[in-house]
């Protein structure tokens, strides 16, 4: 995955649902003071911020955003670090409804969750993969 030249506010613009275009604005505005890191445009539909170089045991190497998120038409999609539902059983608990899915949580809106909760996550998940990616 890559970073492009897309602007993510005219991509979340274009985004047709009026409330997940919103809501993909409130998770700009979390994931950016979460990360300190301005929204990027990974690919053609995922919102990223700040990034990392991985390299597999394999020798497969490449780049991915610290943090991220995409608004896709049935969900929003905030991506975590790998292995979230066991790292955060109580967490996500308390989140409110949400499908979890391989290291991403699949959101209908966010008015539905615990936006602490969500930061909480978000946070942790930036601070694991720091370590882990130096």
Known sequence: MQPTA???HEFIAGVQ???RRADAQRLVDIMRDVTGEE???WGPS?????????VYESGRE?????AAFSPRKANLVVYLVGGYEERYPEQLAALGPYRPGNACL???KLDDVDEDVLRFLITDSCDVTRAEHG
């Open 106 to 108: 699949y959101l209908k």
């Open 17 to 19: 649902n009026a409330t």
């Open 62 to 66: 490449g780049d991915a955003p610290l």
């Open 46 to 54: 995922i919102i990223g911020f700040g990034s990392y170089h991985y």
């Open 6 to 8: 897309v602007d993510p």
């Open 39 to 41: 929204p990027v445009m």
